[in-house]
């Protein structure tokens, strides 16, 4: 086991304590299952009280880095994250900052192109039978007029989960959980008054003709030409916020 017991200065000290396990978590010094010392060791370990320690490991819990187990056998172990654990936190993270408008649209559009174009071009390659029948579900989904823009925006989302998920490449499906989860619905809902669902859906059909035909060169040029849709749409949209906010400050 190493853990790094320096002195910790007195602000923030269960921050800084959690930072010191997790860097040890994640540099091999502690390892998957292994047992972490008691509460009131580490307190000692560190100088500081219980509580602080209490709330240090509160704060791995939260990221899934360590688990508690009662019983005579029990204690706190360093966690193995699961696949979806892992994305959870990634998409929390992806999530607030996108809120907090860490990212701008333009930013959202280049990432997600550049992304989009090698999972499509994968999905064309390794896509199967169950695959291609999410896909063609999900497009009559969208064919319903009378979805809601909330509706047809979360449609669009599981479109494009299903073609990572087709990509066969845990790598990939664990990237773009945060590009498609965090970023599209965030990026589509701020344009929805400029989005045309028909030309969405008629991208979508052909990128499913390309997938479903294994032509991976078609798929990422379908891809492509929807995200230049989307950029386009972003800058629309910006340009009138834009416009809204000289208004406001002009009052």
């Known amino acids: 086991m190493a853990i790094n017991y320096q002195?910790?200065?007195?602000?923030g000290l269960s921050k800084q304590i959690a930072r010191s396990i997790r860097e040890a978590i994640l540099s091999g010094g502690l390892q998957v299952d292994e047992r972490l010392p008691t509460e009131d060791e580490l307190a000692a370990r560190f100088g500081v009280s219980r509580p602080t320690i209490r709330e240090a490991?509160?704060?791995?819990?939260?990221?899934?880095?360590i688990r508690s187990q009662r019983g005579p056998t029990g204690g706190t172990f360093v966690n193995r994250p699961t696949f979806e654990e892992a994305c959870g936190t990634?998409?929390?993270?992806?999530?607030?900052?996108a809120s907090l408008g860490e990212f701008d649209l333009d930013e959202i559009a280049e990432a997600r192109a550049d992304l989009e174009?090698?999972?499509?071009a994968l999905a064309a390659r390794h896509?199967?039978?169950?695959?291609?029948?999410?896909?063609a579900a999900e497009l009559a989904v969208q064919d319903d007029e009378t979805l809601s823009d909330l509706e047809f925006c979360q449609s669009d989302v599981r479109f494009h989960r299903?073609?990572?998920?087709?990509?066969?490449?845990?790598?990939?499906?664990?990237?773009?959980?945060?590009?498609?989860?965090?970023?599209?619905?965030a990026a589509n809902?701020?344009?929805?008054?400029?989005?045309?669902?028909g030309v969405i859906r008629r991208y979508h059909r052909q990128l499913f003709a390309a997938i479903e035909a294994q032509d991976a060169e078609a798929a990422a040029q379908a891809i492509q030409r929807q995200m230049e849709y989307h950029r386009e749409t972003y800058?629309?949209?910006?340009?009138?916020?834009?416009?809204?906010?000289?208004m406001e400050e002009g009052r």
């Open 235 to 246: 800058v629309r949209a910006q340009e009138e916020r834009r416009k809204r906010d000289a």
């Open 162 to 185: 299903h073609i990572a998920e087709a990509a066969h490449n845990r790598v990939i499906a664990f990237v773009m959980q945060s590009v498609i989860e965090a970023l599209h619905p």
């Open 57 to 65: 490991l509160k704060r791995l819990a939260a990221q899934n880095l």
């Open 189 to 197: 809902m701020t344009a929805v008054r400029y989005l045309d669902r």
């Open 90 to 97: 990634i998409f929390t993270a992806t999530t607030l900052l």
């Open 117 to 120: 174009r090698v999972t499509c």
């Open 127 to 135: 896509r199967d039978d169950e695959d291609l029948a999410r896909l």
């Open 7 to 11: 002195s910790v200065v007195a602000e």
